[in-house]
């Protein structure tokens, strides 16, 4: 039988996506709902949110995994060794996009490194890194996590009460927005590439997504100085945004 004709509108875009857990595997979805051809890398012992669970599906998948890892074919390569580094360079002669969310530094230490080995022998590539931090700056190359990211930037201020203090948000919204960021990068470098011909490297991370997520808080903070432990639902600029209590009526 023939196979079907892929659609949409990334329908003949090729994908590797050595990411795990969920920033860049949830970019490596959005792209593969659209169309892309994206083949997701595991280690040996597969992609960790294989586990999370339950509930889980017959197959013994989290909903987790499932949740983020749809529309994408899966080989399992180990890239601390030198056979598997091989193998995903030969898929590499094929692909527009790389995707991968390893420590920074993780690439460079197995020679894969943008800039020494991949832009040279792929030009055309399209490399997207999710990180904590990116590779510079007084905290490049450290590791990244959703709530200490939340924390630290402040964006925990938007939730809980003034009385309880910040609340992590609930939902990871720090690496869902990141991996729609590298989502985005990749995009915008597939279109430059069409003028240039060349392609590029995408980095996004937690720390500034969060950041990018605080309007009209931040603005608000930096322009008047006015600096909050707790905004809760409130919004300097519109009345009434916020919850407060009511006294019980009297009879």
């Known amino acids: 039988m023939t196979p079907p004709i892929p659609t ?5 875009l090729n994908v590797i996506d050595l990411s795990r857990v969920l920033g860049g595997p949830y970019c490596g979805q959005m792209l593969a709902d659209h169309g892309a051809d994206v083949i997701k890398i595991e280690p040996p012992l597969g992609d960790e949110t294989r586990g999370w669970g339950p509930p889980f599906d017959a197959e ?3 909903a987790y995994f499932a949740g983020i890892n749809r529309n994408k074919r899966v080989v399992a390569l180990d890239l601390t060794k030198l056979a598997g580094r091989d193998v995903l360079l030969k898929l590499l002669e094929t692909a527009d996009v790389l995707v991968e969310n390893f420590k920074t530094g993780t690439m460079e230490k197995w020679g894969l490194g943008y800039e020494a080995v991949l832009a040279k022998k792929f030009p055309r590539l399209v490399h997207a890194r999710v990180s904590g931090f990116g590779a510079d700056g007084p905290l490049g190359g450290f590791p990244g996590y959703d709530a200490m990211v939340q924390a630290s930037t402040g964006l925990v ?7 309880g203090g910040p609340v992590r948000i609930g939902i990871p919204v720090v690496d869902l927005s990141t991996g729609m960021n590298a989502c985005i990068g990749i995009l915008m470098a597939l279109y430059e590439r069409n003028r240039s011909g060349k392609g590029q490297f ?6 500034d997504s969060a950041i990018a997520l605080q309007h009209p808080h931040g603005p608000t903070s930096w322009s008047r100085a006015r600096h909050r432990s707790s905004w809760a639902t409130a919004m300097a600029a519109w009345r009434p945004t916020a919850t407060s209590p009511r006294r019980a009526a009297t009879s």
Do not use: F, H, Q, R
């Open 8 to 12: 949409g509108a990334l329908a003949g």
């Open 60 to 62: 013994g998948i989290s």
């Open 157 to 163: 201020s938007v939730n809980g009460s003034p009385e």
């Open 202 to 207: 995408v980095d996004a991370t937690l720390y």
